[in-house]
């Protein structure tokens, strides 16, 4: 076996084809954009860059094949939740059916790692956010969400016969958006909306500024400072939904005020994947024109859960109640007549949760409480480079 460092943009063109290659057979999976793997490692648009480094490799078989993959991080603003020490990252792996040959990757990465002063690696993760590109899906084998990571279920054994464990799951949830939710939500509804001071408004695209400057203060509230969170300043939030904003259907993104200051957001997206796959991994300017072809003329039936909060001085009041039926008027149609609650013909059909770590349960319960069903789980993985060290799975939110 061959294994080669990436290093110049034919051997990049290979750690995408790895990808295509070994889930080319597979009915579910989606080629993910070329632009989106290439952007992890592109040092002038991944910020991670500032307080990291990255490095990837590609694997040859006798023969020239390429059958494996692997990338390797260090960031030192990656807040790893337990006492293991620094803690790297491994992502983006892909890899034949073959021990060996995973063996292999896993070895070149923590050599690498150990050389950086790491102690333990986590895996696959993503070098930037936690949104994107985190976790193996070992459970609910449906197509992959956008920018979602997918593989064959042997990789389970494969990261688990090296000797990596299972750090934390990510359970996703799905609902039917023309089921009926429970009751409760339905009356804690009711009760707020007699308060007038409870208000709700779906964000309009024409006045994205307005609107971003109220999520910036849910957000900042509800999550600077937790889990090694920074606040978000406007500008850069207003980036992130200009960067939406030809995506975006304002009638799932939904903005809930008490006395006209904004105390819960939620943000969705229609299910991109669902016109992507079609691109085969590209996006130039004729795939830009195909995407919003097929935008326009080949509907999608599901759309895809990005941000849920409250500000923490209204938890518990059952403000997220209120938020969501708020939403479901124009997501199920519902009307509501003389206190009682009707379902139309909701705008979709599906509705999938984003990953919520098994380490908050709180949210979990949330999602529960809608009625949802889990549709996928993902396992972030841990090794320690130390194989003597007792093993701790990542601590419980309180």
Same mark, same amino acid.
């Given at each position: 076996? #061959? ?15 790895? #990808? ?17 793997? #290439? ?9 991670? +860059?500032?307080?990291?480094? @990255?490095?990837? $490799? ?10 494996? /993959?692997? @990338? ?9 939740? !337990? ?5 790297? !990252? ?15 990757? +896993?070895?070149?990465?923590?050599? =690498? ?6 102690? @333990? ?11 994107? =590109? $985190?976790?193996?899906?070992? &459970? ?46 339905? &009356? ?17 695209? #024409?006045?994205?500024?307005? %609107? ?6 849910? %957000?900042?509230?509800? $999550? ?23 995506? *975006?259907?304002?009638?799932?993104? $939904? ?5 006209? &200051?904004?105390? !819960? ?9 669902? =016109? ?17 072809? %097929? ?27 209120? *938020? ?12 509501? &007549?003389?206190?009682?609650? +009707?379902? !139309? ?7 999938? *949760?984003? =990953? ?6 709180? *949210? ?9 069903? /889990? ?11 130390? /194989? ?11």
């Amino acid at each position: 076996m #061959n294994l080669i460092e990436v290093n110049n943009p034919s051997l990049a063109k290979d750690f995408i084809l790895v #990808n295509v290659i070994i889930n080319k057979n597979d009915p579910n999976y989606i080629r993910p954009l070329d632009k989106d793997i #290439n952007e992890v490692f592109d040092k002038e648009k991944n910020k991670t +860059f500032r307080s990291g480094e @990255a490095i990837r $490799w590609i694997l040859k078989d006798e023969r020239g094949n390429l059958i494996g /993959r692997i @990338a390797a991080f260090v960031n030192k603003k990656y807040k790893s939740k !337990g006492d293991d020490g620094p803690v790297g !990252g491994i992502g983006f792996f892909d890899c034949i059916n073959d021990q060996q040959a995973a063996n292999l990757l +896993f070895d070149t990465a923590k050599e =690498w790692l150990t050389q950086k002063g790491m102690t @333990a690696m986590d895996g696959p993760i993503n070098f930037g956010e936690r949104d994107t =590109w $985190w976790g193996l899906v070992v &459970e609910g084998f449906e197509p992959p969400l956008y920018r979602m990571n997918y593989n064959p279920p042997y990789y389970k054994t494969l990261l688990e016969n090296y000797g990596f464990q299972p750090f934390f799951n990510q359970i996703c949830f799905g609902l039917n958006v023309g089921s009926r939710i429970q009751e409760k939500f339905y &009356e804690r509804h009711a009760a707020l909306s007699k308060d007038p001071d409870y208000s709700s408004d779906n964000i309009k695209t #024409n006045n994205l500024s307005k %609107y971003v400057r109220d999520f910036t203060i849910v %957000y900042n509230k509800a $999550w600077a400072g937790h889990g090694g969170l920074k606040q978000l300043d406007e500008r850069t939030a207003l980036k992130m939904f200009q960067s939406m904003k030809a995506v *975006m259907d304002e009638r799932v993104n $939904w903005i809930i005020y008490y006395k006209n &200051e904004p105390i !819960g957001i939620w943000v969705n997206l229609p299910d991109l994947n669902q =016109w992507f796959k079609y691109l085969n991994g590209k996006f130039g300017l004729i795939d830009k024109l195909k995407f919003l072809f %097929y935008k326009k003329t080949r509907s999608c039936d599901k759309f895809v859960g990005l941000v849920f909060g409250i500000v923490p001085e209204f938890q518990g009041k059952g403000v997220d109640a209120y *938020m969501i039926i708020e939403g479901c008027r124009l997501i199920q149609n519902l009307k509501i &007549e003389n206190g009682q609650y +009707f379902l !139309g013909k909701p705008i979709y059909e599906k509705f999938e *949760m984003q =990953w919520i770590g098994e380490f908050n349960p709180k *949210m979990i319960n949330v999602a529960e409480a809608l009625g949802t069903h /889990r549709s996928r789980l993902l396992t972030t993985y841990r090794y320690l480079f130390d /194989r003597e060290k007792e093993f701790k799975k990542h601590p419980v939110l309180n």
